[in-house]
Each structure stands twice: as structure tokens, then as C-alpha cells.
């Protein structure tokens, strides 16, 4: 196992804000969710998949729902309600061990997002096990059955799932992941928006035939980039480049944001973040559709990129953004990174390309 310093966690989560494509929650939020972690320097190991015994138990935790504006206010009527002075994806997790009757010997991450990973990271840190060097995602996804554990076939039952104001419930079995998702979904209505989760607890030897594996370590590798040349006072630009250079990408767009129309709804963030060009792409428009997460963007009106690779966005100083956190005038720089493989397959498109969100498109890669 490899130990994770304070740095090393920093770079993680700032990839995976990249590779969130403006989903995952809140970079900032996931820092502070981890500033406790490293100051106080909890121990934090790196695990690979060889070193997961097939007969220990792991499971995911992470939050669920629509992620608010960073200057959102909480609605008065949650505002009257106790909260835990801690992620309630903690709480889930802790309820999960105790449901099952076994100790975890580690933590998976459910997505690679700036937020959802600190989840995973903090789960870990707290309860002294090490993080797995793997994910069922590749990136951020919007919904539970969007998972590598579904395209292989794992149950995502039993699963428990935690409200910020330390309720706790625990679903038995589900009929499916759509259906689970359905449940934890309207839960995270009635609970501000937001839950805590955990779920696919399971044997080693099942997870490492559901899991992509080395996903931290490759989004370490992304934040790593993005901090070295934004700290060198880098453009947006030039990080961009940098990241899409390295890591098998292409830049799509430089403009600024003209509108960003969204909506909360369902539980989920829709809108959508129309761009006018600037220097080498001045003159053109941009569009990009989004579910919590990037889903589909347009070049002077013609389809770009979409689902499953990933559209990701940058400002001005090469940071990344999440939505909904736009403003008109904003600098946006895009680029598309590729899909993990498994995205690709007959079985990855069917759980996670344009048809499941009502596209009328084919998937064909942006290279």
C-alpha cells in the first residue's frame, strides 16, 4: 500500500473535479470535507486490487442528490432540523457494517468527483482503512445504476442511506438499480437534496471483476498537471492543453459564458452553459447539456461530444468548475478526455450512452 500525504490528497481530489465534468460536487466543499484529515495527518493508504483478499468485505459510500450553488442558502425548514457535525456518508457507512455484522477491510469511491471522492477519503481516514486504488466509474455519473457494478451484474442491495440530520435508513433489496435509484433519489428530495449512501457491500473477488481499476491514481496524475502548471500562473488555456496533452484529450472550446439557465428538479441539477468564442474560437457558439454532469455539447450547433466520454471545463486560471456555479462573462476553457473502456462496450452504452437520456445521437468517440 502506498501512504497518501496531504498533497497527494489535494491532487486527487482536483483531478477528479476534472474528471467530474462539472458534477461530483463541490471541489471546495470536498477540500474542507478532507482539511481536518491532513492537518491532523491521518494516516491514509493507497490500496492496490492484489492486495483486497477475495474473502474480505468492501463497500462504497458517497452522497447523493443535487449538489447546491456555493452561495446557496439552506431552506428554513431543514435549518430547524439537528445535524451531524460530520458527512452523513459516514454515518451510512457505519450503519452498513453494523447491518451486515463485518468489518470492511477497505473503501471504494463511487465516482471520481471533487466532492464524492472526498466521501470515499474521508470514510477512509476516519474509520482507519485504506482507500482503494480503483472506482466503478471512471468518472461522475449522475445516477446509482450508471456503475460498472451494474454492467457486471453486482447487487447494489443491501444499502443504507443517511440524512444530514442523522437518520438512517436501510434498504433490504431493491428490484433493480433503476428502482434504487428511484428510492435513495426521492429520500434525498425530502432530506435538502443531499444523502449519504453506501452500498455494494461485497467479497473481494467480486469487486475486482466490477471495478476499473487504478482510477485514483489516474486522477491524481490529472491533478497533479493541473496544480504544477496553474502554480506556475499558467492560463486556462494552457492547462487545459497540458491536461488534454497528457492524458489522451482533446481541447474543444475557449468563450465566455453568455447564459446558464438551470433548474433544480427531481433531485437532480439540469441546464444547460452557452458559450460565445474568443481568440481562436471567436466568432463560434458552444453548448453544453447537462445532468448534474456534462452530458452532450454543441459546436455552432452541431453535436461535439457526448456520453460516456467526458466534457470538461476549466475558468480563466485552469481551475475546475462545477455546476451550477456560472456566471455570465465567465472564461470556459473545454476539453473532452476519453471514456474508460468499459463505457465503450455494447453493455457500457446501453447503462451510459445518448440513448439512456433520450438522445437522438449515436456515440461515436471525439478523437
Known amino acids: 500500500m502506498i501512504k497518501l500525504s496531504g498533497d497527494d490528497i489535494k491532487k486527487i481530489l482536483y483531478g477528479c473535479a476534472v474528471l467530474g465534468t462539472g458534477g461530483g460536487g463541490n471541489l471546495e466543499d470536498g477540500l474542507e470535507m478532507m482539511r481536518e484529515d491532513i492537518e491532523e495527518k491521518r494516516d491514509l493508504y493507497l490500496a492496490d486490487l492484489s492486495e483486497l483478499p477475495d474473502d474480505a468485505y468492501i463497500a462504497t459510500p458517497y452522497g447523493c442528490g443535487a449538489p447546491k450553488a456555493l452561495n446557496a442558502k439552506e431552506d428554513e425548514k431543514y435549518s430547524k432540523l439537528p445535524h451531524l457535525n460530520y458527512p452523513s456518508s459516514l454515518l451510512s457507512f457505519r450503519s452498513m457494517?453494523?447491518?451486515?455484522?463485518?468489518?470492511?477491510?477497505?473503501?471504494?469511491?463511487?465516482?471520481?468527483?471533487?466532492?464524492?471522492?472526498a466521501e470515499a477519503l474521508h470514510t477512509a481516514c476516519q474509520l482507519g482503512l485504506p482507500i482503494m486504488d480503483s472506482d466503478p466509474a471512471g468518472r461522475s455519473v449522475p445516477e446509482l445504476q450508471h456503475s460498472t457494478y451494474y454492467v457486471k451484474n453486482k447487487s447494489i442491495t443491501p444499502m443504507t442511506v443517511a440524512t444530514d440530520f442523522g437518520e438512517v435508513v436501510i434498504v433490504k433489496d431493491t428490484v433493480d438499480d433503476f428502482r434504487a435509484e428511484d428510492i435513495v433519489r426521492s429520500i434525498a428530495v425530502a432530506s435538502d437534496s443531499m444523502v449519504g449512501v453506501t452500498d455494494h457491500p461485497m467479497l473481494g473477488k467480486d469487486y475486482k471483476e466490477a471495478i476499473i481499476p487504478n482510477a485514483i491514481s489516474y486522477a491524481k496524475g490529472i491533478g497533479e498537471t493541473l496544480l504544477e502548471k496553474s502554480g506556475a500562473n499558467a492560463s486556462g488555456q494552457e492547462v487545459a492543453d497540458a491536461i488534454a496533452k497528457e492524458h489522451s484529450g482533446k481541447v474543444l472550446f475557449k468563450g465566455n459564458v453568455t447564459s446558464s439557465p438551470w433548474e433544480q428538479r427531481d433531485g437532480f441539477n439540469f441546464g444547460e452553459i452557452n458559450l460565445n468564442g474568443k481568440d481562436d474560437y471567436a466568432g463560434e457558439t458552444y453548448k453544453i447539456c447537462f445532468k448534474n454532469e456534462?452530458?452532450?455539447?454543441?459546436?455552432?450547433?452541431?453535436?461535439?461530444?457526448?456520453?460516456?466520454?467526458?466534457?470538461?471545463?476549466?475558468?480563466?486560471?485552469?481551475?475546475?468548475?462545477?455546476?451550477?456555479?456560472?456566471?455570465?462573462?465567465?472564461?470556459?476553457?473545454?476539453?473532452?478526455?476519453?471514456?474508460?473502456?468499459?463505457?465503450?462496450?455494447?453493455?457500457?452504452?446501453?447503462?451510459?450512452?445518448?440513448?439512456?437520456?433520450?438522445?437522438?445521437?449515436?456515440?461515436?468517440?471525439?478523437?
Open 97 to 117: 457494517e453494523e447491518y451486515i455484522g463485518e468489518k470492511f477491510f477497505a473503501v471504494s469511491s463511487t465516482e471520481l468527483g471533487g466532492c464524492n471522492t
Open 294 to 367: 456534462n452530458i452532450i455539447s454543441y459546436r455552432n450547433g452541431e453535436v461535439d461530444v457526448v456520453v460516456p466520454d467526458l466534457i470538461c471545463m476549466l475558468n480563466d486560471k485552469g481551475m475546475p468548475i462545477t455546476t451550477p456555479n456560472f456566471e455570465n462573462g465567465m472564461e470556459i476553457n473545454v476539453f473532452a478526455l476519453p471514456a474508460p473502456e468499459i463505457w465503450t462496450t455494447d453493455e457500457g452504452l446501453a447503462c451510459f450512452g445518448p440513448a439512456h437520456f433520450g438522445l437522438p445521437v449515436e456515440y461515436k468517440p471525439f478523437k
